[in-house]
């Protein structure tokens, strides 16, 4: 079975700066209800790579799904990254690109809120994405905190006093240029956000950006449901393979791993015995099922349920599979996503849990 994926049509490609471009594309017939997305979702592309195939990279998008325009990302040059500069150097108004349907979580859950966005460089892809919906579709104050390295690299600078200008009494952006004023200071963010108390706070951009400015709001006491961040990592594996030779491959690890005598090479040693029975909740539909095989991921078990859960990595890279547990345990096999305000939370990637009890009961919500 193969993971679903489209061939996407390039209709536009814009020079932002001189080191990122906006890539429209259109929606190929029929599909249209599969690419639906929210604000600070993001699409996972093929580039084609003549060393592996396919190099898959995840690409916020920058446009809003509400203006009735094309699907649209933007991308940074990475130095000596391969797809972003590929992307950068090669797609043009007639290519075409494969892609996964847009997924994550990097999303407001109102946009009638009051929203404080963090922004590092090309971490304002999503921001602005939320932006554009919010302004036109929602009704609370908008802050972005935009970072940048210095004036010629602020992406989306006069779309950005355009906006403000034409709601003056609901959006304030405030630019921070490395170049004039260095890099911003923990105790310079602290005293920034104190005044948005009750904001939902989205952060995106370089980690040490990100980390900064996750520290201040957890100091600043922001609960953890007012705080969202996105990781732009790259895809170490290729969500656009075969499911199932991925999960064949999958299986063989596992059953080597239980083979080998090492220390903690079974990795199923503490799953229940038999079959497990799982509750979820997705998109206000209810699924029980109670033949869940404690060697099965999640996500692998529900897909082949013909349950269309949502994932992009299926490699615990991007969360976004992410679950909240409401029962039971269950054990993640990878996580590079996750914090511990997350764990604590009760969310699991369910591209990568194994079920620890007899009984789980998870949502998507
Ligand atoms: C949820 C999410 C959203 C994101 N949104 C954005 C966004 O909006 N804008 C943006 O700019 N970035 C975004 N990113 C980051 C983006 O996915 C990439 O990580 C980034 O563009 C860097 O990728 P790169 O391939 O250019 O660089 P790298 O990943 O650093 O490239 C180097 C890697 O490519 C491999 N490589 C080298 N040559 C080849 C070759 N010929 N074939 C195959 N592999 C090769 C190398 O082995 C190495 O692993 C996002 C990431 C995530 C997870």
Redesign the pocket.
Known sequence: MDIESFVLDVVGVVEETADAKSISFAVPEGAEEKFDYKPGQ?LTVAVP????GI?A????LSSSPHDGGPLT????R?A??????WICDNLKVGDTLRALPPS?IFTPASLDADLLLFAGG?GV??VMSITRTALAHGSGRIVVFYANRDESSVIFAAELTRLAAEHPDRLQVIHWLESVQGLPTEAQMKAFAAAYGGYDSFVCGPAPFMKMVTTVLKELEVPRSLRHQ?????LGGNPFGDLAELQEAEAEIALAESDDDGPGADVFADAPAGPVKVEVELDGEEFTFDDWDPRTKLLDFLESKGVKAPYSCREGE?SACAIRLLEGDVKMLYNDVLDKDDLDDGIRLGCQSVPLTDTVKITYS
């Open positions: 993001f790579s003549d060393q592996t190099a990279r995840c690409y916020s990302v933007t991308v940074k990475t000596d990254g391969y797809a972003s500069n994550g090309s892809t999503p996105e990781k732009f990592v790259s991007c």
